[in-house]
């Protein structure tokens, strides 16, 4: 997914690939893989970070107004002067990560991955699994058995729909993660709760030891996509580090 082509279909609307999954038409071209990822970024900054950097105006909710997101990247990124409001929308729609969602007022926001104050309460609390999973390392087991889970970098707890989702996850950050349940069920019985942000992404805002556990262990083989993702996140972040030591 991540290499393929942003298309339009004439009858069928935005898709990714060479031909509309529907009814086999090659349709128009909207973006290649890299300005997808290029684009992608800025968005991930803009709604989920930084949306001051951008001057776009953000609601409680998170929700943007799409038609000023488009002069805000033609101003930052010259090479991006082409995009157009159905660019963002195309996008956003064809994300098979759902990290994205638009409405029916043309904007958009953010799913997950906040790191600014945002008021996501209104995501869907339906059809949760009755377990998930969170991703920590061994060393903060304990710690996390005795207090809990609570946000860290972001504004909610993030939660998986899978061992190997959670688990891979973790690689971008530790080598060798570990995976605890999440008693959903419970939680929820308690007056908890459980936002769906995606098919494979949950949040809430804490949650207490007595709903955890440690998970069976399951082998996870990594396909080289994600093999490749993980030393480049990594790389960057020695990077980071090193220009970090070098200006201190």
């Known amino acids: 997914?991540?290499?393929q082509d942003l298309r339009s279909c004439r009858e069928h609307g935005p898709f990714r690939g060479e031909i509309c999954p529907v009814c086999g038409d090659e349709g128009r071209g909207l973006m290649h893989p890299d300005e997808i990822e290029?684009?992608?970024?800025?968005?991930?900054g803009m709604l989920r970070h930084f949306p001051e950097n951008y001057g776009v105006r953000m609601d409680p909710h998170g929700w943007v107004r799409i038609y000023t997101i488009v002069p805000a990247i033609r101003t930052q990124r010259r090479r991006y002067g082409w995009i157009t409001p159905?660019?963002?929308?195309?996008?956003?729609?064809?994300?098979?990560?759902?990290r994205y969602e638009v409405n029916e007022r043309d904007e958009i926001r953010a799913t997950?991955?906040?790191?600014?104050?945002?008021?996501?309460?209104?995501?869907p609390v339906e059809n949760i699994p009755e377990i998930v999973y969170y991703q920590t390392t061994p060393e903060e087991y304990e710690f996390i058995m005795e207090t809990g889970i609570s946000p860290s970098d972001k504004t909610y707890v993030h939660l998986s729909s899978t061992y190997r989702k959670a688990y891979v996850s973790g690689l971008f950050h530790v080598d060798n993660p570990l995976i605890l349940d999440v008693d959903t069920e419970k939680y929820i019985e308690s007056g908890g709760k459980i936002y769906r942000a995606s098919h494979e992404v949950y949040l809430c805002k804490e949650i207490s030891p007595?709903?955890?556990?440690?998970?069976e262990v399951e082998e996870v083989e990594l396909t080289e996509d994600e093999q490749e993702?993980?030393?480049r996140v990594?790389?960057?972040?020695?990077?980071?580090?090193?220009?970090?030591?070098?200006?201190?």
């Open 112 to 123: 997950y991955g906040h790191t600014i104050p945002v008021d996501l309460s209104d995501l």
């Open 229 to 231: 993702d993980i030393k």
């Open 38 to 44: 290029g684009v992608s970024r800025i968005l991930a």
């Open 1 to 3: 997914m991540e290499d």
């Open 86 to 98: 159905y660019h963002i929308i195309a996008l956003a729609k064809t994300d098979h990560r759902q």
């Open 210 to 215: 007595e709903f955890l556990k440690k998970s």
């Open 234 to 248: 990594k790389m960057k972040r020695e990077v980071r580090a090193r220009d970090q030591q070098d200006l201190a």
